[in-house]
């Protein structure tokens, strides 16, 4: 039987800026509108952050979640939808005392970050185990926190996906497994290129893939100009993929992404040229055991 590759569609994310991409999705029917493209164009999966509409910045906010949610639903029932928990853990230090929270930092109770999942029960959401600099912010996902999420997220009848960004994080979500509080087999997603995070180079993927639990259905992903070298391989060591205006925002050097699927159909292409299948929607439920 031949081995299926599913690839995500990671849409919008909540660092790029319009700024950064000039076709980048802000508002729920843009994103929307560039999901079901997307998933069109052969993603299994639609990896989704809804913005505020009148800053562009990302946004907790339950009615986004909702209208996003519903927008493609009613065009696609089928497509894998993975909603993200990132929002709220980000904490800026201020200058004159770092205990204050400065302008821009969202770190919440983990009640707060899980809140749209529990309303919305999507497929899959992520559960981010990296505690890190991420420009000026410190990302922070104190263990408590994520036992707290971990628990209402299975309660909710939705299916972790472990983000990882360094070694060290993949040990916690190890030590998480023997506890039995997130439960196997793993859905791992290796996060590459990340400033102060792991480096984006096949020596690094293969380490962390080489630690990886037996059984783990995992996927990686390169930031930036290392999206699609990481995409290939990610695919040659065996894993799934991932690609989006998420995670970049040019379809070749120097040229801008027109929209997400043109991002998905290079890396459908690129798959197909080595050789891979792309799993459709129904596969992937069949591979990640999903409801």
């Known amino acids: 039987m031949v081995k299926k590759t599913i690839l995500t569609a990671a849409i919008t994310g ?25 998933a069109k164009a052969g993603a299994a999966i639609l990896h989704l952050h809804v913005r505020d509409p009148e800053t562009a910045k990302g946004s907790m906010r339950l009615d986004l979640y909702r209208e996003l949610v519903e927008r493609i639903r009613e065009q696609n029932e089928a497509v894998v939808l993975n909603l993200t928990t990132g929002e709220g853990g980000r904490f800026i230090p201020s200058d004159t005392d770092p205990q204050i929270a400065a302008p821009g930092s969202t770190l919440c109770v983990p009640e707060k970050r899980v809140a749209h999942v529990e309303e919305l029960r999507p497929n899959i959401c992520t559960l981010d185990f990296n505690t890190m600099w991420s420009g000026q912010a410190s990302v922070i996902n ?28 993949l040990h916690m979500a190890k030590d998480f497994m023997a506890r039995g509080i997130i439960k196997t087999p793993l859905m791992v997603q290796i996060v590459l290129g990340v400033r102060f995070g792991a480096v984006a180079n096949p020596e690094t993927m293969a380490y962390l893939v080489s630690q990886l639990p037996d059984g783990t259905q995992w996927a990686a992903f390169g930031i930036g100009r290392m999206a699609f070298p990481m995409l290939a391989q990610a695919f040659l060591l065996g894993g799934h993929c991932r690609i989006g205006m998420e995670d970049t925002a040019y379809i070749d050097k120097g040229e801008y992404c027109r929209s997400n699927a043109q991002l998905v159909e290079k890396g459908v292409s690129i798959i197909h040229s080595l050789g891979g299948t792309i799993a459709t929607s129904g596969e992937a439920r069949a591979i990640l055991g999903l409801r």
């Open 142 to 169: 104190a263990p408590r926190n994520l036992e707290i999420m971990a628990e209402r997220i299975y309660a909710a009848g939705v299916k972790p996906e472990i983000e990882i960004f360094d070694s060290g994080d």
């Open 14 to 38: 909540n660092l790029m800026s319009p700024e950064n991409s000039p076709h980048l999705p802000v508002t729920p029917k843009q994103i929307a509108d560039q999901a079901l493209d997307a």
